[in-house]
């Protein structure tokens, strides 16, 4: 009986009490997700500025250490030895020859860069590779290829270029001898894929016109090509200009590098003109000038 009156007496929530909590309720849960959603999006910033900024470094890495080693033959070169850099502007599909081929416009105006060198092998066989010299696929490469003795040319050629991966997202890739057993000797090509993210590639070549063996213009390829081939022989210093992407789409960031070409007449400049995807919400630009540490043909023999 009195169990009975105690639940008659307890009090209940009225209607509007319990809408009144509701609605409270979901504010809290509102702004708890509100807040979720913009520390997500904070880390997801901060993750992919980072991933670019390491694959900005990396693309770097790659490209100089290749035109640091373009030139190198342990022995002087024939005069039909072909150009240790050659490249070409807007160029996708390319293909292999003393200048790069293009099948088709590069991917966001991108150019090609083709870079030639030889290996350092063992005393004992120059066939195999004693790890001093590397190309873009990471396998070490010997001072002659497999079954070349003799030959007068050089022993790797590193096709650089960007292409579009299967996802739709553009990708640095290298094209590089194809090895067995892993050795170099006439196995045809491999594509592989460097770094993604790389919108765009720009390139502008130092050149020797007098032949004081200093730079006297900075030219794109297509430029130094009408000077004729030959003038490939005389370049001195490349300049790369990289602009990277993230994979996440919103309104585009200020990306530094482009505002900074206004006015200049190089790699950087190139960049203004090349039809990058705007809609990507973090870009940076990566640039550096290499200069070419083994001489130019042009100074053993005639160019």
Known sequence: MA????????????????????????????????????????????????LIEERGQRALAILTALLRQ???????????????????????????????????????????????????????????????????????????????????????????YVATGTDGEPQLLCRYPARRNGQIGGHGWTSGALIRGVATLQLRYAIDTDGDQRPDALLPAAQIQALGEQAWHRVLAVQIALALQGEHRGPPQATAGFEAAAGRDDALADLRAAAVDTQRATRRVFATTVRLRNAPRCEETLC
């Open 3 to 50: 169990a009975a009156m105690m639940r008659r007496a307890s009090p209940g929530f009225s209607l509007t009490e319990t809408m009144v909590g509701l609605a409270l309720g979901l504010i809290v849960a509102a702004v708890a997700a509100a807040a979720w959603l913009a520390a997500l999006s904070a880390y997801r910033s901060a993750v992919e500025r980072v």
């Open 70 to 160: 373009a030139g190198w033959h342990p022995e002087a070169l024939a005069a039909s030895a072909p150009p240790a850099v050659s490249g070409a502007d807007d160029c996708g599909q390319p293909a292999m020859g003393n200048v790069p081929a293009c099948g088709r416009r590069g991917v966001a105006q991108s150019d090609a860069l083709l870079v030639r060198f030889s290996g350092h092998g063992l005393p004992h066989d120059a066939s195999q590779p004693d790890h001093t010299m590397v190309d873009c696929s990471g396998y070490p490469v010997a001072a002659q290829a497999a079954g070349a003795a003799g030959q007068d040319g050089f022993v790797v050629d590193n096709l650089i």
